[in-house]
């Protein structure tokens, strides 16, 4: 019975393919087709109805008046390919390309940006060549023009960072060259990393405000206990362990097309090509087909919580990671098929057993009902009221739970929020403290929520507030914005964590 049912519910979800709650990013929110019905009624409104009148001031408010993605196929007598639906289709077609040509005239009449500088890539290696830096500039003058989003204009103004620098450090992409500092940290990571046996602690400390590009894959092979601090017997166990993954992958991996196993590996799929689609590197066949072992690999090996959508996610920053060792220039356009099996095969266990360390701490976040992240929300909604009781108070007045905005943040460790060079810089820090990804993760989360407070005091309605939350623009972060959120995560931490009851209200 329980087999037909599922049968039946992908038969009516197949116009509509994932799973029944997809972890969408914040620049990938779900289609509505039938909320397009209204769409050029409303932009022919737009001069004469005030903007405020058609806000949704709170959750309720909001929640009749939007339709539910959800309820898109559940019926199967629903017809798609009506001749009303591709009128539709073409009318707002028609309006899309009209404001696209519009924004194009606008930007043209402008003086012309100069081109940021790239360091250029040999010529032996192949390319694929990226569209971000279109998607960057256009994103930012879309922005400047929309204006009502985010109070733009009460942001710093920063030099554009192009997404071909969204990786690596800033150090790696055109920035001057390291300074002394950064080179006596980078030879004291050297002389840690080689001495017979590492000092951990000692090891730990240094990575806490951030790993030199040059030695981060065996520090964080080392700190996520996957290498010994014996360096005789590391070359040892990376050979065994590397081994051990690919026997998983011949005992396992065939059974994919099983009956049992297929629902499983059908949403890895369908995951895969989701995971940062504006970075080339990621859609690779090559890359994805990895990508696909990895997960369903662990996904077997755990039964307890199996694959959930956001676990995709959490391999990205590894397997860059990894691959920097073979890579000198940044990593977001490099053809994989340039490096040998060995290589890719070192990749791909390497990031394997790191992911698995991580998730090991945190298993309860993707177990049944997803308990662990229901605790961490409310435990941050509490530290938020403690913290900054005037914006606990301004969520509350317009009906916005901590769980519609904060669940992301936690399922997918703020990697939707953040570029993933900035992922990669937190997750520095993450693996020098204990408890990074499970504790410490929920200061940093309270720390960059109230980072945000002016823009969120000045949203005076559900929906504005929601759509701020879940498009928050941090595209040009770096190391500096990230080092100040740790700080203050750390303060916050050393303030509350070992006294939960010192300030409550």
């Keep these: 019975m329980a087999?037909?049912?599922?049968?039946?519910?992908?038969?009516?979800?197949?116009?509509?393919?994932?799973?029944?709650?997809?972890?969408?990013?914040?620049?990938?929110?779900?289609?509505?087709?039938?909320?397009?019905?209204?769409?050029?009624?409303?932009?022919?409104?737009?001069?004469?109805?005030?903007?405020?009148?058609?806000?949704?001031?709170s959750f309720h408010e909001f929640a009749r008046n939007t339709s539910d993605a959800w309820d898109i196929g559940d019926d199967e007598e629903e017809d798609f390919s009506s001749s009303t639906f591709q009128t539709l289709n073409s009318k707002v077609a028609l309006a899309t390309a009209a404001q696209?040509?519009?924004?194009?005239?606008?930007?043209?009449?402008?003086?012309?940006?100069?081109?940021?500088?790239?360091?250029?890539?040999?010529?032996?290696y192949k390319v694929i060549k990226s569209s971000s830096d279109a998607q960057l500039s256009r994103n930012s003058s879309d922005t400047c023009l929309r204006n009502p989003l985010h109070?733009?204009?009460?942001?710093?103004?920063?030099?554009?960072?192009?997404?071909?620098?969204?990786?690596?450090?800033?150090?790696?992409?055109?920035?001057?060259?390291m300074t002394?500092?950064?080179?006596?940290?980078?030879?004291?990571?050297?002389?840690?990393?080689?001495?017979?046996?590492?000092?951990?602690?000692?090891?730990?400390?240094?990575?806490?405000?951030?790993?030199?590009?040059?030695?981060?894959?065996?520090?964080?092979?080392?700190?996520?206990g996957y290498l010994p601090a014996n360096t005789e017997r590391r070359k040892l166990t990376l050979q065994r362990k590397r081994e051990e993954y690919f026997?998983?992958?011949?005992?396992?991996?065939?059974?994919?097309?099983e009956e049992h196993h297929q629902d499983t590996y059908r949403q890895i799929h369908i995951d895969i090509p989701r995971t940062n689609p504006l970075?080339?590197?990621?859609?690779?066949?090559?890359?994805?087909?990895?990508?696909?072992?990895?997960?369903?690999?662990?996904?077997?090996?755990?039964?307890?919580?199996?694959?959930?959508?956001?676990?995709?996610?959490?391999?990205?920053?590894?397997?860059?990671?990894?691959?920097?060792?073979?890579?000198?220039?940044?990593?977001?356009?490099?053809?994989?098929?340039?490096?040998?099996?060995?290589?890719?095969?070192s990749i791909e266990a390497d990031s394997f057993w790191c992911m698995s360390k991580l998730l090991d701490g945190?298993?309860?976040?993707?177990?049944?009902?997803?308990?662990?992240?229901?605790?961490?929300?409310?435990?941050l909604e509490e530290l938020v009221s403690r913290i900054d009781?005037?914006?606990?108070?301004?969520?509350?007045?317009?009906?916005?739970?901590?769980?519609?905005?904060?669940?992301?943040?936690?399922?997918?460790?703020?990697?939707?929020?953040?570029?993933?060079?900035?992922?990669?810089?937190?997750?520095d820090t993450y693996q020098s403290e204990p408890e990074g990804f499970s504790h410490f993760h929920l200061y940093v989360c309270a720390a960059f929520l109230i980072k945000w407070r002016k823009e969120i005091l000045d949203e005076e309605d559900f929906q504005g507030l929601l759509m701020l939350l879940q498009n928050l623009p941090t595209i040009h972060w770096g190391n500096e914005e990230i080092g100040l959120l740790l700080a203050e995560a750390y303060r916050l931490k050393y303030m509350f964590a070992d006294a939960p009851n010192h300030y409550r209200r």
């Design 3 to 57: 087999a037909e049912n599922s049968k039946q519910f992908w038969k009516r979800s197949a116009k509509l393919p994932g799973s029944i709650q997809p972890v969408y990013g914040a620049q990938h929110p779900p289609l509505d087709p039938r909320l397009s019905k209204n769409f050029l009624k409303e932009r022919s409104k737009v001069n004469t109805v005030p903007l405020k009148s058609k806000k949704a001031s």
């Design 100 to 124: 696209v040509l519009e924004n194009h005239s606008k930007l043209r009449a402008k003086p012309e940006r100069s081109q940021s500088t790239t360091s250029e890539v040999p010529a032996s």
């Design 151 to 177: 109070k733009q204009q009460s942001l710093p103004l920063r030099p554009i960072i192009p997404l071909v620098a969204r990786i690596s450090d800033q150090n790696a992409s055109g920035a001057p060259p």
């Design 180 to 224: 002394v500092r950064e080179k006596t940290r980078l030879e004291k990571f050297r002389q840690l990393l080689s001495s017979h046996s590492t000092d951990l602690d000692e090891l730990r400390k240094c990575s806490w405000p951030g790993v030199p590009r040059e030695v981060r894959p065996v520090t964080w092979r080392l700190l996520s």
């Design 247 to 257: 026997g998983f992958i011949e005992q396992y991996y065939d059974s994919r097309n």
């Design 279 to 345: 970075i080339p590197l990621f859609q690779q066949p090559l890359v994805q087909e990895i990508f696909e072992r990895i997960l369903f690999i662990w996904a077997i090996r755990h039964p307890a919580s199996g694959y959930v959508q956001g676990i995709n996610d959490l391999v990205t920053p590894f397997f860059v990671v990894f691959l920097s060792e073979y890579v000198e220039e940044d990593v977001e356009n490099f053809d994989v098929t340039n490096l040998s099996q060995d290589m890719l095969r």
């Design 362 to 379: 945190i298993q309860d976040n993707y177990t049944f009902a997803q308990p662990g992240i229901q605790k961490k929300v409310k435990a």
């Design 389 to 427: 009781e005037q914006v606990h108070n301004h969520f509350r007045r317009y009906e916005v739970e901590y769980l519609q905005f904060a669940f992301r943040w936690m399922n997918n460790l703020l990697m939707r929020e953040l570029p993933l060079r900035c992922t990669i810089r937190l997750w």
